[in-house]
Nanobody, 123 residues
Framework: QVQLVESGGGLVQAGGSLRLSCAAS????????MGWFRQAPGKEREFVAA????????YYADSVKGRFTISRDNGKNTAYLQMNSLKPEDTAVYYC????????????????WGQGTQVTVSA
């Protein structure tokens, strides 16, 4: 079992930045890919970004490409999502996810999920 805890969410004005963290605990000795997803009120969960275990492969949704950066520090069992140039449409609950299989954009393939952290971007 792997437990994931997100932090770093909050309220920010449009154009601002936030850095989300996802701390993993439990069976962290295995290699696993990590992803960030988000869900806005009344909308389906959507893929944001993903990173392979080594960090050498990263993937982004078109809507965040060039503004968001995913990274990880395996020594700290933590993944990050640096969000710059935030827009009101980025407002959502952000979730991190982990899985021991290959990195993917498909949320249904991630086995472990955090509880989420709220990001609100005001106009």
């Amino acid at each position: 079992q792997v437990q994931l805890v997100e932090s770093g969410g909050g309220l920010v004005q449009a154009g601002g930045s936030l850095r989300l963290s996802c701390a993993a605990s439990g069976r962290t000795g295995s290699s696993y890919a990590m992803g960030w997803f988000r869900q806005a009120p009344g909308k389906e969960r959507e893929f944001v970004a993903a990173i392979s275990w080594s960090g050498s492969n990263t993937y982004y949704a078109d809507s965040v490409k060039g503004r968001f950066t995913i990274s990880r520090d395996n020594g700290k069992n933590t993944a990050y999502l640096q969000m710059n140039s935030l827009k009101p449409e980025d407002t959502a609950v952000y979730y991190c996810a982990a899985d021991e299989r290959s990195v993917t954009r498909i949320g249904g393939l991630y086995e472990y999920w955090g509880q989420g952290t709220q990001v609100t971007v005001s106009a």
